[in-house]
């Protein structure tokens, strides 16, 4: 149905510590770049992400709401106190009774801590300070919790990632479990990992969230994307963290 | 997309006659003026049309851009390290606003 397979990913992406990209069968999208995209985002300064990064930096020692305190007031050292923690996200949230990831927890303690508005889903400062947290978590396995409340939940992201859907009839498994490394007409579809999320994608020229690449995959299989920050993608974005387990987190990662 | 933000990369020391390599980073999106949007009015175009860098006071290299370089434009190119003083970047962009950033080096 699709082009004919070319070589497999591990033949064309060069110069790649095999335990820094890939976990038993799971590979990071970072072997399915091109040499150049590999170098865009292994140089801190060339990364366009980093740009983002730095903003994240700005935020979070910036007073902002009525409580007059920043993020660091509180949690100080983001390089200590933030080491490790996007690892473990998304997990269960008792008071959502839901699964909860880094953008709405940022926005939870933005309201409750420091009294201010939270960011706009895929606002600028929101994907700059989740790129900041993101990055100090970087080489860091990732690990989430899929048992106890979180089970369910993990069910349901599950039943999400295989019927088809969309005019095209497409379901998320057959690109990116049975055709990873094929190309989808110019680009190489790769297993769809999210250890490098927030990312820099080329071809939008801006940062991205795990939530706008699974609404830009729905659209792209002619499918009516979901909200961000949904029930529906919160339950993806789990089953597709533990799909992809152990994979150290890559984050600010550049993608095509 | 944060405009105006600039990025470099100068050796902090060098020894005199050394080739070093100097690097420039800025986040700008470079609007080609091809471009629309969804409601069908075009994006004006909106770039970084020249780039210069001073050693020292001395222009030592200069840049015209024009269309088609890429968002956030990167660019790298060598000199040689002759004295100790500042390397100022400056970036003219369509509405006329000049970014600027400088490094000092230190040559031994």
Do not use: K
């Given at each position: 149905m699709l082009a004919a397979p070319l070589a497999p990913a591990a033949t064309f992406a060069?110069?790649?510590?095999a335990e820094r990209y890939q976990v038993e069968d799971r590979k990071s999208g970072y072997l399915y770049l091109g040499d150049q995209t590999q170098a865009l985002q292994d140089d801190d300064f060339l990364n366009h992400a980093f740009f983002a990064v730095e903003r994240g930096a700005e935020l979070w020692s910036a007073v902002d709401g009525a409580?007059?305190?920043?993020?660091?007031?509180?949690?100080?050292?983001a390089a200590e106190s933030m080491r490790g923690v996007t690892a473990r996200l998304p997990r269960y949230d008792s008071e959502r009774d839901g699964i909860i990831n880094l953008e709405l927890l940022i926005n939870r303690e933005r309201e409750r801590k420091l009294k201010a508005e939270p960011y706009a889903y895929e606002s600028e400062d929101l994907l700059a300070l989740t790129a900041f947290l993101a990055f100090q978590s970087r080489g860091i396995p990732s690990e989430v919790e899929i048992g106890g409340a979180a089970a369910p939940f993990f069910e349901k992201g599950r039943e999400h990632y295989f019927p088809r859907r969309g005019q095209l009839d497409?379901?998320?498994?057959?690109?990116?479990?049975?055709?990873?490394?094929?190309?989808l007409r110019g680009d190489r579809m790769s297993q769809?990992?999210?250890?490098?999320?927030?990312f820099y994608r080329l071809s939008w020229h801006s940062m991205g969230s795990t939530h706008r690449m699974f609404a830009w995959c729905n659209n792209a299989m002619r499918a009516e994307p979901y909200a961000p920050a949904s029930e529906e993608y919160l339950n993806l974005e789990l089953y597709v963290a533990w799909r992809g387990?152990?994979?150290?987190?890559?984050?600010?990662a550049v993608r095509r | 997309m944060a405009d105006g933000i600039t990025r470099v990369a100068v050796p902090e020391t060098a020894a005199k006659g050394e080739i070093i390599e100097i690097k420039a980073l800025a986040s700008h999106p470079?609007?080609?003026?091809?471009m629309f949007r969804d409601n069908g009015t075009r994006i004006p175009r909106w770039i970084i049309h020249r780039f210069e860098v001073d050693y020292n006071d001395e222009l030592i290299f200069a840049a015209d851009w024009h269309v088609a370089?890429?968002?956030n434009p990167y660019i790298s190119f060598h000199t040689i390290a002759t004295e100790s003083g500042t390397i100022n970047f400056r970036w003219f962009d369509d509405n006329g606003d000049i970014y600027t950033e400088s490094a000092k080096i230190t040559v031994v």
């Open positions: 060069q110069g790649w510590a409580a007059g305190v920043s993020c660091a007031s509180c949690h100080g050292d497409l379901s998320c498994t057959q690109c990116h479990d049975e055709r990873d490394g094929m190309m769809g990992q999210t250890n490098g999320f927030p387990r152990g994979l150290p987190i890559e984050a600010p | 470079m609007d080609n003026g091809f370089i890429s968002a």
